[in-house]
């Protein structure tokens, strides 16, 4: 199975900073990746798809970008709706989908 | 609207099985193959299988063969996730997912999960 590594574990921000997000892949999985922001009793929710694309309805202060083996998730601006926990999630191999250990951002 | 609707929370003794269903609607399900993904308390994300739209290729995660078994069932649009021989480390929230186009691809709409409890 291929590994998914997200780094780092928690991330401390203010209202209106950015943060970044890294997710690396075991091996390379060109840009079959997805980012999601899951918060506390909820199911995840698709951020981000093939690495860049922006899934509709998702504010334009989420971004994503990388390819092959190295990602990561843009939270421009981040807003109080946004501290949350953010899961990569890879799709390169049929019947062996993988998700990163996940990134909590919460207020400093 | 894409709904996908779980049933509710479960409790069962270590050894037992458990059968939970995830109905869809606002889409057309006979299109879509379907995920079940875990969560452990303050755990991460484990994928456990995927079923496609006419429910005769199913492909499960390695450390679940031969203990999970999904099914559909096109006329109510419904599927299902059995898990049997539960132990405690079974205890999680269960979620159905829908696979966004064709059976490679990320999950772009997830049911609201349901908790299963494993304790004697």
């Known amino acids: 199975d291929i590994q998914m590594t997200q780094s780092p574990s928690t991330l401390s921000a203010s209202v209106g900073d950015s943060v970044t997000i890294t997710c690396r892949a075991s091996?390379?999985?060109?840009?079959?990746l997805a980012w999601y922001q899951q918060k506390p009793g909820k199911a995840p929710k698709l951020l981000i798809y093939?690495?860049?694309s922006l899934e509709s309805g998702v504010p334009s202060r989420f971004s994503g970008s990388g390819s092959g083996t190295e990602f990561t998730l843009t939270i421009s601006s981040l807003q109080p709706d946004d501290f949350a926990t953010y899961y990569c999630?890879?799709?390169?191999?049929?019947?062996?989908?993988?998700f990163g250990q996940g990134t909590k951002v919460d207020i400093k | 609207q894409v709904q996908l609707v779980q049933s509710g929370s479960e409790v069962k003794t270590p050894g037992a099985s458990v059968k939970i269903s995830c109905q869809a609607s606002?889409?057309?399900?006979?299109?879509?193959?379907m995920h079940w993904v875990r969560q452990a308390p303050g755990q991460g994300l484990e994928w456990m299988g995927i079923?496609?739209?006419?429910?005769?290729?199913?492909s499960y995660a390695q450390n679940l063969q031969g203990r999970v078994t999904l099914t559909r069932d096109t006329s109510t649009n419904t599927v299902y996730m059995e898990l049997s021989s539960l132990r405690s480390d079974d205890t999680a929230v269960y979620y159905c997912?829908?696979?966004?186009?064709?059976?490679?691809?990320?999950?772009?709409?997830w049911g609201q999960g349901t908790l299963v409890t494993v304790s004697s």
């Open positions: 997912a829908r696979d966004a186009v064709a059976g490679l691809n990320y999950f772009d709409h």
């Open positions: 606002g889409f057309r399900f006979t299109n879509y193959y």
């Open positions: 079923i496609n739209p006419s429910g005769d290729s199913i």
């Open positions: 091996q390379s999985i060109t840009t079959w």
């Open positions: 093939d690495a860049s």
């Open positions: 999630q890879q799709y390169n191999s049929y019947s062996s989908w993988t």
